[in-house]
Antibody, heavy 120, light 107 residues
């Protein structure tokens, strides 16, 4: 059974940094492309970014609102995906979901999400 | 940047009725178009990928169609568990974009 378990969310002040993690199991993580999606309270889904498998080059791409502030990385030895967030703003407040990328074009398995709140 | 528009914003229907949800892209796109269902307090679930392919375990009452700029998700006969929010999503130039969603609620 595929499981994606996010952790590391919490309250952070504007301008601060936070790293959230996603521990994966039930599939071959090192072959998987992975993505982060967020959802502000009461709002729709917003794609954050995606990282390819190391076999496919390991490159990451980001949505415009987070480019230059957020970094996606992976540790295949730990089956773990990371999202490092810096320069956080109030508008980054959201539930952050970890997902698997399927057929390079859509998001198949989803974690339960971790809430990040940016507030003074 | 391609923008996705979904209509209607809210669809009020009764169980057993047919639901037709629209997703329109601001320019012609490939068929890398997916549909998701999200219920309150839950993560989204993939329904359709590549415009018309049902994901594993998705009931046959869900179907996707379309090409170019206009895509449609059809639920042939609404079951009580289908009342939810539905999002379309596109991959273009390796970036992903979501539509704003359509809420299907009980009339």
């Amino acid at each position: 059974e595929v499981q994606l378990v996010e952790s590391g969310g919490g309250l952070v002040k504007p301008g601060g940094s936070l790293r959230v993690s996603c521990e994966a199991s039930g599939f071959t993580f090192n072959n998987a492309w992975m993505s982060w999606v967020r959802q502000a309270p009461g709002k729709g889904l917003e794609w954050v970014g995606r990282i390819k498998s190391k076999t496919d080059g390991g490159a990451a791409d980001y949505a415009a609102p987070v480019k230059g502030r957020f970094t996606i990385s992976r540790d295949d030895s730990k089956n773990t995906l990371y999202l490092q967030m810096t320069g956080l703003k109030a508008e980054d407040t959201a539930v952050y979901y970890c997902t698997t990328v399927y057929h390079s074009s859509c998001l198949y398995y989803w974690g339960q999400g971790t809430l990040v709140t940016v507030s003074s | 940047e391609i923008v996705l528009t979904q209509s209607p914003a809210t669809l009020s229907l009764s169980p057993g009725e047919r639901a037709t949800l629209s997703c329109r892209a601001s320019q012609s796109v490939s068929n890398y178009l997916a549909w998701y269902q999200q219920k309150p307090g839950q993560a989204p679930r993939l329904l359709i990928y590549d415009a018309s392919n049902r994901a594993t375990g998705i009931p046959a009452r869900f179907s996707g169609s379309g090409s170019g700029t206009d895509f449609t998700l059809t639920i042939s006969s609404l079951e009580p568990e289908d009342f939810a929010v539905y999002y379309c999503q596109l991959r273009s130039n390796w970036l992903f974009t979501f539509g704003p969603g359509t809420r299907v609620d009980i009339k």
